[in-house]
């Protein structure tokens, strides 16, 4: 039986190893910081969190430098957090997990509601800060050498969203961060914000209303366009306002709406088409980019929202596996509107996607990496790089490990968009550790490991900050 559920386990210790054993040949000029965000603590007194969503946020920092690698972990000290840990059970509510309420405790929290700080998705830099991320509008900043909590973002300006995106986008050619979020009321609001670089006020580049609204993860960002891919997972939002579930229980699957792609225009924030294809469901866009009259728009996609059911907690820890990933579809969009065609770019699994961030983003390019399914009862059991043209794949694989996240960071002055590292977190629950892996992203072979002492729960996205502050 597969071990992979030690990845769903709670990791309470906290420590700092400035030098972790390693082997292998570590490139010399990989120098910075990869800091990785993900859930570690799925319970409180004696209640669990539902969902893999919701447990709470720890930072792990691994920092390269002079072919060493050190090490700290800790917790994101959150309100959400700190609230649980003093009254002895959950407080706020998270993606699938609300606190139980009295009905007067619902009443209340209607006038003061409390939405969730655990920022346990992602991290950013958000001008000179370094943030964690949610998907509510909440990011929490942080210290990047001592991953010590500074506290929620202070954004200056009037901008109000319900919730918001953990993958922004920054624009390759402005610096620009590009943000989606959603309001819910009387009248919903679908709302593009941009943060110039050197700031951190939110402009509002684009807003869309609607009386459904979806639930997006992630969008899609071309040089000129935004897309946001409306899966047939919608909300009435009267059902979210009156908070009898947790929020994403109050989204209801309706494949008869079949999927909508709106194409919203950067530099008037005009919707210049929607495009419609079959019903699916996807948390991660890959990458987009314009092409012959058309966005083309890689996303990993499933046949449904399922997916969603399939990570809560009871399910993942179950005899009844998931293999927690999907397929590359790339979807052409014309920018005409009408019909959107779509392929399954490769017959290989994935997810958590990733590219040659900045060279990559927004352009026609090659090549996406994330984590696989190799055995179809197990969870993510290898890394894959896959041609997004031609599908063609490569695999790393380690019996009985499960790798995370891959994060490519590029070699200096690299000719090739492949001409670099990947950097994954694997988990090895036989040793009860974790190691740092580091593959040659072009030969796609290991070069270097650095072994934690500890197992780290699987995480969800990171982020490779540069010695020199380039990311
Ligand atoms: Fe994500």
Not at 69 to 88: C, H, I, M, P
Not at 183 to 209: H, M, W
Not at 262 to 283: H, M, P, V
Not at 329 to 338: A, D, M, S
Request: net charge negative.
């Amino acid at each position: 039986m597969p071990n992979y559920r030690r990845g769903f386990e709670s990791l309470r210790r906290e420590i700092h190893e400035p030098e972790l054993p390693t082997e292998g040949d570590l490139p010399p000029w990989l120098a910075g910081t990869l800091i990785r965000n993900g859930p570690a603590q799925f319970e409180v007194g004696d209640q669990d969190y539902n969902h893999w969503f919701d447990g709470h946020a720890m930072l792990h920092a691994f920092r390269l430098e002079n072919g060493t690698v050190g090490y700290r972990n800790r917790f994101l000290e959150t309100k959400s957090r700190q609230e649980a840990l003093d009254e002895g059970e959950i407080v706020r509510s998270e993606f699938a997990t609300d606190p139980c309420m009295s009905i007067f405790g619902r009443v209340m929290s209607l006038f003061d509601p409390k939405p969730t700080d655990n920022a346990s998705i992602n991290v950013a830099r958000l001008d000179d800060q370094y943030v964690a991320l949610t998907a509510t509008p909440l990011p929490v900043s942080f210290d990047p050498e001592t991953l010590e909590t500074a506290g929620v973002v202070d954004f200056a300006d009037d901008v109000s969203v319900d919730t918001s995106t953990a993958h922004p986008q920054i624009e390759p050619e402005t610096g620009r961060t590009l943000s989606y979020g959603a309001s819910f009321g009387r009248q919903c609001t679908y709302k593009i914000l941009g943060v110039a670089p050197g700031n951190a006020t939110r402009r509002e580049v684009a807003s869309l209303d609607v009386d459904r609204p979806s639930y997006m993860h992630s969008f899609g960002m071309t040089e000129r366009y935004v897309i946001l891919s409306e899966w047939p997972l919608v909300v009435n939002p009267l059902d979210l306002l009156l908070r009898g579930k947790p929020f994403i229980e109050n989204f209801e699957w309706t494949p008869g709406r079949g999927t909508r792609f709106r194409i919203l225009r950067k530099s008037d924030g005009e919707e210049i088409a929607t495009c419609t294809a079959d019903a699916a469901f996807g948390f991660h866009h890959v990458n987009a980019f314009e092409r012959d009259g058309a966005v083309v728009c890689d996303i990993v996609t499933y046949p449904d929202a399922s997916i969603i059911d399939d990570l809560y907690l009871d399910r993942l820890r179950s005899d009844e596996p998931t293999p927690g990933t999907g397929h590359l579809r790339r979807y052409r969009l014309p920018l005409n509107g009408g019909a959107a065609s779509s392929t399954v770019q490769s017959d290989e699994r994935l997810e958590l996607p990733r590219i040659h961030d900045g060279v990559a983003t927004a352009r026609p390019y090659q090549h996406v990496y994330g984590v696989g399914t190799r055995e179809t009862d197990n969870f993510t059991d290898q890394l894959v790089k896959i041609d997004a043209e031609t599908g063609a794949a490569q695999t790393w694989h380690e019996s009985g490990t499960y790798p995370g996240e891959p994060v490519f960071v590029p070699a200096p002055h690299g000719s090739d968009e492949d001409d670099g590292v990947v950097l994954s977190v694997v988990l090895d629950p036989g040793n009860e550790q974790s190691f740092l892996l580091v593959l040659d992203a072009a030969s796609w072979s290991e070069r270097a490991r650095a072994t934690v002492p500890h197992a780290i729960p699987f995480g969800f996205h990171g982020q490779f900050f540069g010695k020199a502050g380039r990311d």
